[in-house]
C-alpha cells in the first residue's frame, strides 16, 4: 500500500502560479514513475505530467511551456509548478504512483488536491 500527502492547492487569478507537491509513504519499493492528473467537474480524469525515476519527462499539449514537473527520488516526491495558470486548469489534481514488480504494473492515487483558477 502507498500513502500520500499532496498540498499546495487553492485559488489564484489567471495568469498566477501554485506549486503542487506529493510525497509517497509506505509500500514505496519498485516506484518506477510518479505523475499528475487532473479532472474537471463532468469530464474524464486526464494525465497532465510525468516523471520517470530516470527523469523522462512528458506533459499534455495543453501545459507544455506552462507547468513543470520535478522529482526527488530520495524523499519520494514528485511536484509540479504551474504557471501562467488559465481557467481551463480548474480541476482536482491527483498524484499518480506506478510500480513495477513481480507481479506486474499497479497505480496508486492521492486523494486530490482542487485547483481553481478565477479572477
Known amino acids: 500500500q502507498v500513502q500520500f500527502v499532496e498540498s499546495g492547492g487553492g485559488l489564484v487569478q489567471p495568469g498566477g502560479s501554485l506549486r503542487l507537491s506529493c510525497a509517497a509513504s509506505?509500500?514505496?519499493?519498485?516506484?518506477?514513475?510518479m505523475a499528475w492528473y487532473r479532472q474537471a467537474p463532468g469530464k474524464q480524469r486526464e494525465p497532465v505530467a510525468a516523471?520517470?525515476?530516470?527523469?523522462?519527462?512528458s506533459y499534455a499539449d495543453s501545459v507544455k511551456g506552462r507547468f513543470t514537473i520535478s522529482r526527488d527520488n530520495a524523499k519520494n516526491t514528485v511536484s509540479l509548478q504551474m504557471n501562467s495558470l488559465k481557467p481551463e486548469d480548474t480541476a482536482v489534481y491527483y498524484c499518480n504512483v506506478r510500480k513495477i514488480d513481480w507481479a506486474g504494473a499497479t497505480d496508486y492515487w492521492g486523494q486530490g488536491t482542487q485547483v481553481t483558477v478565477s479572477s
Open positions: 516523471i520517470t525515476n530516470s527523469g523522462a519527462t
Open positions: 509506505g509500500s514505496i519499493r519498485s516506484i518506477v514513475a
